[in-house]
């Protein structure tokens, strides 16, 4: 009898040897843990926040080189280059000190990488070698250095032998003289160009007149208007002394 109530649940209690069917977590997962749904959508919104986070950090980043930048030109153009440190970069910038050295060791650092505002390298590819094609491809590098201060630190650039200042020659200077001379020279080679052009001294013309316009400009502002686009005066300018045949 004793064995037998032992081995033998009473009457109504409940059975403690087999879990229960029907109640607990339907997915068959332990208790506490998340579905594989609800995990995707926490990771999915946390590499969200984090991306966020990332962009803006990116696009502070971008904002004070921004600043670095155009306080350095504004230093080259207004002083010279022997006012530009790192003490009137900070002031001039807003720009605190400490930041300016995680980027640049000193001056002549931030020098050697200076960028220039432009407005991205003219492409004359799709240009035929014409008087039309001459002025819009002048047009282009106007719009090339639309910048204000873009033009002027070219400008800098061409009066100036200092070594620190060969970065933006070669952001800027030699791969659009490279563009000009290649577009003068499929001209050459068409006929449309007389042969023994020095393109290299017809670049730093154009870029010579163009500097001169945007001064004069300044001090006469409807300069410009009275007499046409720099682009079409320039144009009819170079036409007759660079076409190979002038009744064209």
Request: charged share 25%; net charge neutral; proline share 4%.
């Amino acid at each position: 009898m004793m064995g037998a109530s032992m081995g033998t649940p009473m009457p109504g209690a409940p059975c403690t040897g087999a879990p229960e069917t029907g109640r607990g977590n339907s997915s068959g997962s332990l208790p506490g843990s998340l579905p594989g749904t609800v995990k995707g959508a926490v990771q999915d919104a946390v590499e969200g926040v984090v991306s966020k986070a990332r962009g803006r950090r990116e696009q502070l980043r971008e904002q004070t080189d921004r600043k670095i930048m155009r306080a350095t030109l504004e230093i080259l153009i207004s002083d010279g280059i022997g006012a530009v440190t790192i003490e009137e970069v900070a002031r001039r910038s807003g720009v605190a000190k400490t930041t300016i050295y995680r980027r640049y060791r000193n001056a002549d650092d931030l020098l050697q990488r200076i960028q220039v505002e432009v407005a991205g390298l003219p492409d004359f590819d799709d240009l035929q070698p014409s008087r039309d094609g001459l002025r819009v491809m002048l047009q282009r590098i106007q719009g090339c250095f639309d910048s204000e201060l873009g033009l002027k630190a070219v400008g800098v650039v061409l009066t100036s032998d200092n070594d620190s200042l060969k970065a933006i020659t070669t952001q800027v200077l030699e791969p659009a003289e490279q563009r000009f001379m290649g577009f003068m020279q499929r001209g050459i080679r068409a006929g449309v160009f007389r042969d023994g052009l020095d393109c290299k001294f017809l670049f730093s013309t154009v870029l010579g007149s163009m500097l001169a316009c945007k001064a004069l400009a300044e001090h006469k502002p409807d300069m410009g208007q009275e007499a046409g686009s720099w682009a079409d005066r320039m144009a009819a300018l170079l036409w007759p002394n660079v076409c190979a045949d002038t009744n064209r």
